[in-house]
């Protein structure tokens, strides 16, 4: 078995996490915050190990609260993924009808002489 404070510095370090995920996730930082993510799973696995540790009277609220910070975290992450996807959605669609509209739009051989100036 590790040594009895193994369990706590993992909890600590977990927490470290969570609080830099919730900071990414106020800030707007997706790509933060799904790093973030990443690198606390290798923690949580290693405390998924230690669960024994981690019943100790004295460690229990911290996980609980620990538990309860990382949900909301994921809720606001699925959330704002979610948003992203709409966002998409919708350009993709707007992309779309530019591309049904435009020959209506475009003359004959405009388009050859505007690339011939540009370029």
């Known amino acids: 078995m590790a040594s009895p404070g193994t369990a706590e510095r993992l909890l600590t370090a977990l927490e470290d996490l969570v609080a830099r995920e919730a900071a990414c996730l106020h800030a707007g930082d997706l790509d933060g915050a799904c790093a973030t993510v990443a690198r606390t799973a290798a923690l949580v696995d290693e405390l998924c190990w230690r669960i024994d540790e981690l019943t100790a009277a004295p460690l229990r609220p911290?996980?609980?609260?620990?538990?309860?910070?990382?949900?909301?975290?994921?809720?606001?992450?699925?959330?704002?993924?979610?948003?992203?996807?709409?966002?998409?959605?919708?350009?993709?669609?707007?992309?779309?009808?530019?591309?049904?509209?435009?020959?209506?739009?475009?003359?004959?051989?405009?388009?050859?002489?505007?690339?011939?100036?540009?370029?």
């Open 62 to 119: 911290r996980v609980r609260t620990l538990l309860a910070r990382r949900e909301e975290n994921a809720r606001r992450l699925a959330e704002a993924r979610s948003a992203v996807a709409r966002e998409r959605d919708r350009f993709d669609e707007m992309r779309r009808r530019v591309r049904r509209v435009r020959p209506a739009y475009a003359t004959r051989g405009s388009a050859g002489s505007r690339l011939e100036a540009v370029g």
